[in-house]
């Protein structure tokens, strides 16, 4: 069997004015490796591209540690632990960060999100074009909390109004006007992923993998924009690496991100084994499309983890 573990930031610092970053601390990653290397074995990514079935079918718990977004702290922080401690992994990186130099959609929100109140961004958003959209009506502001019942009551109304009132469209034109009033954008994509150079080492390790080019849950999209967003990171990869990109982990990952026929379109395109973020161990019973990961938070020493695992 194979239990895969998925991580997106880790750093030193978590604080900022508004708390809309988690992720692990470099301890707290390691710590966690240690703690797996316990109960399983860490297998490279070209082992398991190369025995997928062995390894499912397997009564041994391979682990596979996987991060997504191609974030700049994931090799520079991430990966020394990982050389250290001889474990491969498996980096899923967004080629618009790259060709287009622009910040993904879902990073400029956390951004946004860590420099601004909910209340500032509320009353903000209210002036706006998309008025409409964020004045609730007692009813949706009731759904609101129930939905969104770990936050306060502000992070609730906004959230629900980003995530279920706005169009794609919309909210990306909300905050990507937003965002150049509080970021520089060049700056941001250099901060925030990794370089070409980057890029090119862990295709040279069979590390790399596509997360698809501009991080939408495809799911939601027509045929052709599926294809393309599936095609351009793999080209685009495979052209500055000179390596096979066969790997990928949809956006999101959650059923809205790969419902059919977008596995099927992925295989279509050349890859061979696509990751969710459906949780669970997977056991020879899943398509190859759709591989199962948890979360870091869900496995040993995270903070949702249970026992039973
Ligand atoms: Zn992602």
Redesign the pocket.
């Known amino acids: 069997m194979l239990t895969v573990s998925n991580y ?1 930031y880790i750093r030193e610092d978590f604080t900022s004015q508004y708390p809309s970053i988690f992720g692990l601390t470099p301890e707290s990653f390691k710590r966690q490796l240690i703690e797996l290397q316990k109960i399983g074995k860490f297998i490279s990514p070209k082992e398991l591209l190369e025995n997928t079935d062995e390894i499912v079918n397997s009564k041994q718990n391979y682990l596979l540690v996987t991060f ?2 191609g974030l700049r702290e994931q090799f520079e922080i991430a990966k020394p632990i990982l050389d250290d401690l001889k474990i491969e992994a498996m980096y ?1 990186v ?1 080629s618009i960060n790259f060709i287009e130099k622009q910040v ?1 959609l ?1 990073h400029k929100i956390h951004l946004i999100r860590s420099q601004v109140s909910p209340e500032d961004l509320m009353s903000n958003f209210l002036k706006s074009t998309f008025k409409s959209k964020f004045e609730l009506p007692e009813i949706d502001k009731k759904k609101a909390i129930e939905h969104y019942n770990f936050d306060d009551v502000s992070s609730a109304h906004l959230k629900y109004c980003l995530n279920f009132k706005l169009t794609i469209n919309e909210l990306s034109i909300a905050m990507n006007d937003l965002f150049n009033v509080y970021f520089d954008s060049k700056e941001t994509v250099n901060n925030l992923y990794m370089t070409e150079e980057y890029l090119k080492i862990l295709a040279q390790e069979n590390q790399l993998g596509s ?1 698809t080019h501009s ?1 939408l849950a495809l799911g939601l999209l027509d045929v052709d924009t599926i294809g393309t967003e599936l095609k351009k990171t793999k080209e685009y990869l495979e052209k500055i690496t000179q390596t096979k990109i066969e790997m990928l ?1 949809y ?3 959650n059923e809205a991100s790969y419902a059919f026929p977008v596995p099927d379109i992925a295989k279509k395109v050349g890859y061979k084994l696509g990751f969710t973020m459906e949780r669970g161990k997977n056991n020879g019973c899943e398509d190859k499309l759709l591989l199962k990961r948890f979360d870091c938070n869900d496995l040993v020493t995270g903070k949702n983890y249970k026992n039973s695992l």
């Open positions: 997106h997504d977004d899923f967004n993904s879902v997360h991080h982990s956006p999101y990952g």
